[in-house]
């Protein structure tokens, strides 16, 4: 049961993260679709923070988890968003 728990909240914290991410492309895209906005970001060297910019929703949903006493789903939420962090800084050092 622990282990579902753990992985329902990595889930929730991929697909919050993945939301995040569109949001922000498609407000700093100005009209053009995701994939431009992406391609833009990864050329233009900034890609690293559009991401850390889409993980803003996992801290809603870590926090809806907390207040419903779910700890499990919250922990799986804080390790996708501990594991984009290093996968931001390890990109933004290559």
Request: net charge positive; glycine share 10%; no cysteine.
């Amino acid at each position: 049961m622990i282990k579902k728990d753990v992985f329902i909240g990595m889930l929730v914290g991929l697909i919050a993260n993945g939301i995040g991410l569109f949001l922000t492309a498609t407000l700093l895209g100005q009209g053009d679709d995701l994939l431009t906005v992406i391609k833009a970001a990864a050329r233009e060297g900034f890609l690293g923070k559009l991401i850390s910019l889409g993980a803003i929703l996992n801290l809603i949903a870590f926090f809806v988890f907390i207040r419903k006493r779910q700890d499990y789903k919250a922990r799986g939420v804080l390790l996708i968003t501990v594991f984009i962090a290093v996968f931001t800084f390890l990109f933004k050092l290559y």
